[in-house]
Each structure stands twice: as structure tokens, then as C-alpha cells.
């Protein structure tokens, strides 16, 4: 992968040349003479046609080649970093917890409007993403297993598992960022893990990890303030997204339109749904803004309950600067959307 064969050639170039070079030409370099005269490079010259005996302006050039080759190879600051993540959870996590930090781009390696990876299948531009990233932030805990092959074929890629430590509801339900204490858990493992692999920028992804955080926490406890003292708790959501944000605020998941996006629930499942809703006296329906919510509106129809929209924040604008602020954005609205239905 091209990625990987160019670390490669860095550090093996690196170590058996630019060594030598550095005992050998530089203070020439530095004297203004001539750097590259001298056993094998000397060599390397004449084969060049610029080493000793050539022209004045033949020389120069070569003593700038030799300078843009040595600060290409050891350059002032700290490496540049390519940083990619899975999906847009985790794309939006990197993209606060990096920040404006220098040298470091964030990268989502599918596009934000996929949703949920659950039957994600990797392009043939994901692969290039994938040879070309020094790290991948994953969610973990079984959402990403499209890239398990890719990344066995690419063993220089660090791997970052934002949902590493968290429990997992029903021992393997992977949508841990949904709930408020699952993403800022995530956004302090993600932030732990660079400073660990980067520790010449550690400062900064303390920082803003620290900053995002702050932010989170106050709008759980905004959350908490609104949902905690709400009387009928019993929901049911479209798919298996929302255990997490439930636990977070005392909400009963009642039932589950359909098990996997796409998957539509058989007419068996849609009558005791429909059955459970009366039953219980269910306030809210909920679907989601990625997927068609057919069948939410068929019980809806049904028992006049009124079905509103929850967003797990797995799609948003791809632009950084509107991506920062999408999670808070998302579950802003989803706070008014509960307040509302489980209000009437």
C-alpha cells in the first residue's frame, strides 16, 4: 500500500543514508561547500552529474536539492499526522478532540450520510484511505468489523477504540456514543490514545478533549433537568440505537419497530406492537432521520400515537467546522422532541 512502502522507504532511507550524510556533508552544507563528496555519496554525485568538477550553477542547484531533501526528511516541527475515522460518531469526537492542532488532519473514512455500518461493505476508495492514514479511530465493540481484513493488510495503522472499557448493554450493542456518558467516555479515550501515540501534541488534545467534555457535561445535565422528572417513561424506538441514551435518562424501551435498519417488521410483529401500544398506554413512537419510518406510521395510524423523529447522530455535514457541533446540535434537538412527546 502506498502509505505503508512510503514510511518504509522514509525510515530505511533515513537510517542507512541520511546518517552518513549527516557526519559527512552537512557541515560542508553549512560551510557552503560541497555535501556530497566522499565515499558512496560522492558516488551518488557523479552519477547525478552534479558531484565535483561541474559548474558553479550545476553546484548550487544541488546544494538546494540536498537542503529541500533534508528538510523534507527531518522537518522543523513535529510529523504530520492523518487521522481517520470509521464513521461520523466517531469523525465528530476526532474532529474536538484534534482541533486546530497543527500538522493533523481528520478524515471519516465513509461518507456521513451512510448511517449506521451494520452491512457496510469497503470501497475501493476506502482502501486508499486506509493505505494513506497513520491512525484509525474506531467505535469498537463490533460496529466496525468491515475493516478487520483491511487493517491485518496494513500493520503500520495505529488503532484507536474509542469504545474500549465501556460496558456493553446486552453484552454486545455497539452504539455506545447515543448516550451522553458513553460519548464522553469515548471523547476521553480517543483524546488518551493521541497523546500517547503523539506526544508532541499531547497538550493540545488535552486541551480541547477538556474543552468538549465541559460542553457535553452540560448539556447531560441540561438533559437530565428536562427528562428526569417526566411521568410515563415507556418509549419505542425504531431500531436498536437508543439503549444507551435510555440507561442515561431513566427511559423504558418498550419495544423496537425493527431489529436492523431495513429489516421491516413481519405482520405477526407490527400486531403486537400495535397491541403493546394500547396496552401500555405508550406516549411516544420514535423513528430516526436516516431510515424510511413506514412502518412507524402504519402504528401510528393505528393507535393515533404520534410518531417523532430521534437521531442517533450518525449522518451530519462532512465541512469541520459544522461537524464540531453536530452531536450537541443532534441531541439539542432530540431534547425538545422528547420534552414534547412525552409531555402530551
Same mark, same amino acid.
Given at each position: 500500500?502506498?502509505?505503508?512502502?512510503?514510511?518504509?522507504?522514509? $525510515?530505511?532511507?533515513?537510517?542507512?543514508?541520511?546518517?552518513? %550524510?549527516?557526519?559527512?556533508?552537512?557541515?560542508?552544507?553549512?560551510?557552503?561547500?560541497?555535501?556530497?563528496?566522499?565515499?558512496?555519496?560522492?558516488?551518488?554525485?557523479?552519477? &547525478?552529474?552534479?558531484?565535483?568538477?561541474?559548474?558553479?550553477?550545476? %553546484?548550487?542547484?544541488?546544494?538546494?536539492?540536498?537542503?529541500?531533501?533534508?528538510?523534507?526528511?527531518?522537518?522543523?516541527?513535529?510529523?504530520?499526522?492523518?487521522?481517520?475515522?470509521?464513521?461520523?460518531?466517531?469523525?465528530? &469526537?476526532?474532529?474536538?478532540?484534534? #482541533?486546530?492542532?497543527?500538522?493533523?488532519?481528520?478524515?471519516?473514512?465513509?461518507?456521513?450520510?451512510?448511517?449506521?455500518?451494520?452491512?457496510?461493505? +469497503?470501497?475501493? #476508495?476506502?482502501?486508499?484511505? +486506509?493505505?494513506?492514514?497513520?491512525?484509525?479511530?474506531?467505535?469498537?465493540?463490533?460496529?466496525?468489523?468491515?475493516?478487520?481484513?483491511?487493517?491485518?493488510?496494513?500493520?503500520?495503522?495505529?488503532?484507536?477504540?474509542?469504545?474500549?472499557?465501556?460496558?456493553?448493554?446486552?453484552?454486545?450493542?455497539?452504539?455506545? %456514543?447515543?448516550?451522553? &456518558?458513553?460519548?464522553?467516555?469515548?471523547?476521553?479515550?480517543? *483524546?488518551?490514545?493521541? /497523546?500517547?501515540?503523539?506526544? *508532541?501534541? *499531547?497538550?493540545?488534545?488535552? $486541551?480541547?478533549?477538556?474543552?468538549?467534555?465541559?460542553?457535553?457535561?452540560?448539556?447531560?445535565?441540561?438533559?437530565?433537568?428536562? +427528562?428526569?422528572?417526566?411521568?410515563?417513561?415507556?418509549?419505542?424506538?425504531?431500531? /436498536?440505537?437508543?439503549?444507551?441514551?435510555?440507561?442515561?435518562? #431513566?427511559?423504558?424501551?418498550?419495544?423496537?419497530?425493527?431489529?436492523?435498519?431495513?429489516?421491516?417488521?413481519?405482520?405477526? /410483529?407490527?400486531?403486537?406492537?400495535?397491541?403493546?401500544?394500547?396496552?401500555? $398506554?405508550?406516549?411516544?413512537?420514535?423513528?430516526?432521520?436516516?431510515?424510511?419510518?413506514?412502518?412507524?406510521?402504519?402504528? @401510528?395510524?393505528?393507535? #393515533?400515537?404520534?410518531?417523532?423523529?430521534?437521531?442517533?447522530?450518525?449522518?451530519?455535514?462532512?465541512?469541520?467546522?459544522?461537524?464540531?457541533?453536530?452531536?450537541?446540535?443532534?441531541?439539542?434537538?432530540?431534547?425538545?422532541?422528547?420534552?414534547?412527546?412525552?409531555? @402530551?
Amino acid at each position: 500500500m502506498p502509505g505503508y512502502f512510503m514510511r518504509f522507504f522514509r $525510515k530505511s532511507f533515513c537510517r542507512h543514508m541520511c546518517g552518513a %550524510w549527516l557526519l559527512n556533508g552537512f557541515p560542508a552544507l553549512l560551510q557552503g561547500g560541497n555535501p556530497l563528496k566522499g565515499g558512496c555519496l560522492d558516488r551518488i554525485a557523479s552519477v &547525478s552529474g552534479r558531484g565535483d568538477g561541474r559548474s558553479g550553477r550545476s %553546484w548550487k542547484s544541488a546544494r538546494s536539492l540536498c537542503a529541500i531533501f533534508l528538510l523534507g526528511f527531518f522537518p522543523t516541527g513535529a510529523q504530520s499526522l492523518e487521522i481517520l475515522a470509521s464513521f461520523y460518531p466517531m469523525y465528530v &469526537s476526532a474532529l474536538n478532540v484534534v #482541533g486546530d492542532t497543527p500538522g493533523v488532519k481528520v478524515t471519516c473514512l465513509t461518507e456521513p450520510f451512510v448511517g449506521c455500518l451494520h452491512d457496510y461493505a +469497503l470501497t475501493a #476508495g476506502d482502501m486508499k484511505k +486506509l493505505a494513506g492514514a497513520d491512525i484509525l479511530v474506531t467505535n469498537g465493540a463490533g460496529m466496525e468489523t468491515f475493516v478487520d481484513k483491511a487493517v491485518k493488510q496494513s500493520p503500520v495503522l495505529r488503532i484507536i477504540e474509542a469504545g474500549k472499557g465501556i460496558p456493553q448493554i446486552s453484552g454486545d450493542n455497539p452504539h455506545v %456514543w447515543v448516550g451522553l &456518558s458513553g460519548a464522553i467516555q469515548q471523547v476521553k479515550n480517543i *483524546a488518551r490514545e493521541l /497523546e500517547a501515540a503523539d506526544p *508532541a501534541r *499531547a497538550e493540545h488534545y488535552r $486541551k480541547n478533549a477538556d474543552a468538549y467534555v465541559k460542553k457535553l457535561e452540560a448539556l447531560r445535565a441540561d438533559m437530565h433537568a428536562a +427528562l428526569d422528572g417526566v411521568k410515563n417513561r415507556d418509549i419505542i424506538t425504531f431500531h /436498536e440505537a437508543f439503549p444507551y441514551f435510555a440507561q442515561e435518562f #431513566g427511559l423504558n424501551i418498550v419495544g423496537v419497530i425493527e431489529r436492523e435498519p431495513g429489516s421491516e417488521s413481519t405482520a405477526r /410483529e407490527m400486531a403486537e406492537t400495535i397491541d403493546l401500544v394500547r396496552q401500555r $398506554k405508550v406516549p411516544a413512537l420514535f423513528a430516526e432521520p436516516q431510515y424510511p419510518a413506514k412502518s412507524a406510521r402504519v402504528i @401510528e395510524r393505528e393507535t #393515533g400515537v404520534v410518531v417523532s423523529l430521534l437521531d442517533p447522530v450518525v449522518t451530519g455535514p462532512r465541512e469541520p467546522s459544522a461537524a464540531r457541533d453536530a452531536y450537541l446540535v443532534a441531541m439539542r434537538k432530540n431534547l425538545d422532541v422528547l420534552r414534547k412527546a412525552l409531555s @402530551e
